[in-house]
């Protein structure tokens, strides 16, 4: 029955020339996403709007799951389009609109004509006068309501006729591509998928990097990452995956550090590599999924000792949330059940029984200094000997 899609999006500030970039962006993440299905379609602008046409048949429940994916969408309005064969003909279309698309009876509507076609016999007004009649004396139950109706009848005259009333809710947001690039360390945890969701949703494409620590830690593991970095791609678009070999690193702060510092070195040695190839690709900064007291790693004292050893800004999204909030996140973008797969992971595989919570700065800095012999050459190897895997 539907073969279009009205896209509403709703975002202030979006004026000037930021509204192409919007749009263009838009329009682009909206063919990415429709691709993944079969069927082929149309995504073009028109009128300050966007809409999808439908070229071949198609799944509507589908495409309209795929558009949910696509930040920037406020809303997603599924259209029928008519041929224009005279006020007769669109009259018992309409009818059979109301029929199939409400169901239930028992609502207040509003007819809402455009006639951007101006040799249309009837304008506006006339329009949206009949049609209200049509309506009203095909279901009597109904009832006109200028003001605040429950159903919106849209009738646009354009070549053809365009009639839609619903409006389904878009993820929101803004569309991937109009906020920059940013590095996420992504884990096999629950809290990093998200944490990167929630920024792309601001408009922020994602690259990720994954510290692997073979044989400690598994293929299997490095897979479940692989497999992370495949779900969100859904919303965030294609992600470009880089696998650092932290073993060697690793090792050697084990040898060289007291262990209950361990956790808190790892990771501003993680941050530091993190940040050397966020820079050579052009992101902005760093995306954690970290939350405040969640671990030890993660009270104030730490983060800020994380924190110290990076320039670019490090955003944390899932900061202030709660284990359970995040973990509806993960329900909802489906990255869950993948992330509980129990794999070790390598910030687990050397944690001391009571790591250091209130780390202080200098004495950390100063059982750095213990690394200084060959740290370097190591943080190169291993930037250097990245494996990179695409998202498809
Ligand atoms: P997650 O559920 O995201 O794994 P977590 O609660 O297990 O988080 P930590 O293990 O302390 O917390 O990690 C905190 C953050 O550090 C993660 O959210 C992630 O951004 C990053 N991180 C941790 N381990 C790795 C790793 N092996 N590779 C890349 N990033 C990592
Ligand atoms: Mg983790």
Do not use: W
């Given at each position: 029955?539907f ?18 970039l ?8 909206i063919r ?7 069927g082929t379609f ?9 809409f999808?046409?439908?070229l071949?048949d198609?799944?509507t429940?589908?495409a309209i799951?795929?558009?949910?994916t ?13 041929e224009?064969?005279?006020?007769e003909a ?14 239930e009876?028992n ?7 455009r ?6 016999a ?15 004396r095909?279901f ?6 200028v ?16 009639i ?7 993820p ?44 400690y ?17 859904r919303?965030?678009g ?15 702060i ?26 050579e690709?052009?992101c902005?900064g760093?995306i954690?999924?970290e939350?405040i ?6 009270t ?6 994380t ?8 955003y ?7 284990k359970?909030e ?8 489906n990255t869950y ?6 794999f070790?992971?390598?910030?687990t ?19 750095e ?14 930037v250097h000997?990245?494996q ?5």
């Amino acid at each position: 029955m539907f073969k279009a899609f009205l896209i509403k999006y709703a975002e202030i500030g979006v004026k000037g020339k930021n509204r192409y970039l919007f749009e263009d962006a838009l329009v682009s993440q909206i063919r990415y996403s429709l691709k993944q299905i079969d069927g082929t379609f149309k995504v073009h602008k028109t009128a300050g709007r966007i809409f999808v046409e439908a070229l071949s048949d198609f799944d509507t429940d589908e495409a309209i799951e795929q558009l949910k994916t696509v930040f920037g969408i406020a809303g997603i309005c599924p259209v029928v389009i008519l041929e224009d064969e005279g006020f007769e003909a669109l009259s018992e279309e309409v009818v059979t609109y109301m029929e199939r698309v409400h169901p239930e009876k028992n609502k207040t509507f509003k007819v809402m004509a455009r006639r951007s076609r101006k040799n249309y016999a009837l304008d506006s007004m006339e329009i949206n006068n009949k049609l209200g009649g049509v309506i009203l004396r095909a279901f009597p139950e109904m009832k006109v309501d200028v003001h605040n109706p429950e159903i919106y009848l849209n009738v646009e005259i354009r070549e053809k006729i365009y009639i839609y009333s619903q409006v389904i809710p878009g993820p929101g947001g803004m569309p991937v591509g109009t906020n920059g690039k940013a590095m996420l360390l992504l884990s096999g945890g629950i809290d990093s998928p998200v944490a990167g969701y929630m920024i792309a949703k601001r408009g922020v494409q994602i690259e990720a990097v994954y510290f692997h620590a073979p044989p400690y830690t598994s293929e299997r593991a490095k897979q479940k990452v692989a497999d992370l970095a495949q779900l969100i791609s859904r919303y965030t678009g294609p992600i470009k995956l880089h696998v650092i070999n932290f073993t060697e690193i690793q090792l050697y702060i084990y040898e060289k550090c007291p262990h209950e510092e361990l956790t808190i070195i790892m990771r501003r040695y993680m941050m530091r590599i993190a940040e050397q190839i966020a820079k050579e690709s052009g992101c902005l900064g760093l995306i954690t999924g970290e939350s405040i007291g969640q671990v030890a790693s993660q009270t104030l004292h730490s983060l800020a000792c994380t924190d110290e050893v990076c320039e670019l800004p490090v955003y944390r999204p899932v900061i202030g949330f709660d284990k359970q909030e995040i973990v509806d996140i993960s329900l909802k973008i489906n990255t869950y059940e993948t992330s509980i797969l129990p794999f070790e992971d390598c910030c687990t595989i050397f944690v001391a029984k009571h790591p250091v919570t209130k780390p202080n700065l200098k004495i950390i800095q100063h059982h750095e200094n213990n690394l200084e012999e060959s740290i370097d050459q190591m943080m190169e190897r291993a930037v250097h000997t990245r494996q990179i895997i695409q998202t498809v």
